[in-house]
T-cell receptor, first 112, second 113 residues
Framework: AQTVTQSQPEMSVQEAETVTLSCTYD???????LFWYKQPPSRQMILVIRQEAYKQQNATENRFSVNFQKAAKSFSLKISDSQLGDAAMYFCAFKGAGKSTFGDGTTLTVKP | NAGVTQTPKFQVLKTGQSMTLQCAQD?????MSWYRQDPGMGLRLIHY???????DQGEVPNGYNVSRSTTEDFPLRLLSAAPSQTSVYFC????????????FGQGTRLTVV
């Protein structure tokens, strides 16, 4: 069974600064994807970024990028130039053949 | 497209009552699942389905039943509500392909008194 661990229950960042959220996972599968989802106070889950396990190049979406270390089974999310609207709970997720497995989430606070 | 539609958005139940949370998707996704999210915590998988007629238990299945008679619908039934089932419930769907993201409903905030 897959496990996803987010070791930081809470993080805070100053507006315009950079923050990194950590995620590690465990799996025996070779073909899988990793995702970061954002859950703002509205409760709506929003996809932030995805990474294919077979790609060495780290995924980037505007101010969001990942540091994917396949051998270490690590998948961290970096948010650059943090904005007040980035304040939310962030979930790391693993998806192999079928169901998704989510971490417990990291609550990000952005200070003005 | 409506995406994933969950109803109701809010519900208050008395202990012992039963109810069904509805979930429907219009994206022809094979995979559907139900999660519960307790305050300040992550998503815990209750039940999931990989296609019509096929369901399986997740991490916390006790007290809940599901069925999947069609591709579109995946209702979650609370058999006899307990205060421990107070939570926010999310339905999600996706293609079985690992690369596809999960689409979530808006959630149902359930309070059992």
């Amino acid at each position: 069974a897959q496990t996803v661990t987010q070791s930081q229950p809470e993080m805070s960042v100053q507006e315009a600064e950079t923050v990194t959220l950590s995620c590690t996972y465990d799996t025996s599968e070779s073909d899988y994807y990793l995702f970061w989802y954002k859950q703002p106070p509205s409760r709506q889950m929003i996809l932030v970024i995805r990474q294919e396990a077979y790609k060495q190049q780290n995924a980037t979406e505007n101010r969001f990028s990942v540091n994917f270390q396949k051998a270490a089974k690590s998948f961290s999310l970096k948010i650059s130039d943090s904005q007040l609207g980035d304040a939310a709970m962030y979930f790391c997720a693993f998806k192999g053949a079928g169901k998704s497995t989510f971490g417990d989430g990291t609550t990000l606070t952005v200070k003005p | 497209n409506a995406g994933v539609t969950q109803t109701p958005k809010f519900q208050v139940l008395k202990t012992g009552q039963s109810m069904t949370l509805q979930c429907a998707q219009d994206m022809n996704h094979e995979y559907m699942s139900w999660y519960r999210q307790d305050p300040g915590m992550g998503l815990r998988l209750i039940h999931y389905s990989v296609g019509a007629g096929i369901t399986d238990q997740g991490e916390v299945p006790n007290g809940y039943n599901v069925s999947r008679s069609t591709t579109e619908d995946f209702p979650l039934r609370l058999l006899s509500a307990a205060p421990s089932q107070t939570s926010v419930y999310f339905c999600a769907s996706s293609y079985s392909n690992p690369g596809t993201e999960a689409f979530f409903g808006q959630g149902t905030r359930l309070t059992v008194v």
